[in-house]
């Protein structure tokens, strides 16, 4: 199939940055974590407050492995990368691109964790979850990116990646 999946953690651009890589591609754009909250019936802070990480997981593979798409530019949740079976369906799919962003750029753009639905392990930190999730970006990456540039910029480099590959 001939779709791009980006990867990486909260706040590095995959859902305003895809968009523009599926224009300028003339592809379709999704947003796993749309797929989420639709077969959910719930907003992604809701999952995680009713159903719990191990619930908010469960649910997130499930949306994850049923994805099905061509032409195609795929955002995926910044923990999508915790699910082995979920990652191979997906690099199935297309190539996969880790949209890598300094941990300090990350931290300034996030503002409200809890209401932003993103899933972290209790005690956990946003610094180890990025620790924790780094190799992971890194082992299923077809091709890896920097996104310190403009969001214009991070989607021409993503089209000339692909391109590439």
């Not at 019936?41 to 499930?62: H, M």
């Not at 699910?83 to 300034?108: C, D, N, Q």
């Amino acid at each position: 199939m001939n779709n791009i999946i980006l990867t990486g953690m909260a706040g590095c651009g995959k859902s305003s940055v895809g968009v523009l890589a599926a224009k300028k591609l003339g592809y379709s754009f999704m947003d796993t974590d749309l797929v989420l909250q639709r077969r959910e019936g719930r907003l992604l802070w809701q999952i995680l407050s009713e159903s719990g990480l191990d619930g908010f997981y469960r649910a997130e593979e499930e949306a994850l492995k049923s994805v099905e798409a061509s032409n195609t530019v795929i955002a995926t949740g910044g923990s999508a990368v915790y699910y082995e079976a979920a990652m191979a369906h997906l690099k199935s799919l297309g190539t996969v691109v880790y949209m890598r962003l300094p941990f300090e750029e990350i931290e300034s753009r996030i503002r409200n964790l809890a209401t932003r639905g993103v899933a972290m392990k209790p005690g956990m930190t946003l610094r180890d979850t990025y620790n924790e999730r780094l190799p992971l970006y890194e082992k299923y990456a077809d091709v890896t990116i920097d996104c310190t540039g403009s969001p214009e910029h991070n989607a021409d480099q993503i089209v000339k990646a692909v391109a590439g590959n």
